[in-house]
């Protein structure tokens, strides 16, 4: 009853940028926080950052001063602008959202992923 649809992964080269969109779906009464989370290859899922309602961000420390999460309420998207990408942001990105449906369930959706790879 609620999806969340990523967009933007993609192959890039050391340096380069990348803009991940999330878009909210379905029954939606409101959105809590949402977040991206990223699991490398062998490595377990790990947050990579979230942002409130309000606006309050956070930030895994090996992003920080790389990576912009931002989101629009209007249109229920989250954003990631992620710049001066490294092999080491190789991997699965997951958009994550808390959502309140029109019918007052709380729920914990995630989305189906999107692959970034950064080569050298």
């Known amino acids: 009853q609620v999806q969340l649809v990523e967009t933007g992964g993609g192959l890039v080269q050391i340096g380069a940028s990348l803009r991940l969109s999330c878009a909210a779906s379905?029954?939606?009464?409101?959105?809590?926080?949402m977040g991206w989370y990223r699991q490398a290859p062998g490595k377990e899922r790990e947050l990579v950052a979230t942002?409130?309602?309000?606006?309050?961000?956070i930030y895994v420390d090996s992003v920080k001063g790389r990576f912009t999460i931002s989101r629009d309420n209007a249109k229920n998207m989250v954003y990631l602008q992620m710049n001066s990408l490294k092999p080491v942001d190789t991997a699965v990105y997951y958009c994550?959202?808390?959502?309140?449906?029109?019918?007052?369930?709380?729920?914990?959706?995630w989305g189906q992923g999107t692959l970034v790879t950064v080569s050298s």
């Open positions: 942002i409130s309602s309000g606006g309050s961000t």
């Open positions: 994550n959202a808390g959502v309140k449906t029109v019918r007052f369930e709380i729920l914990e959706v």
């Open positions: 379905g029954r939606i009464f409101s959105i809590n926080a």
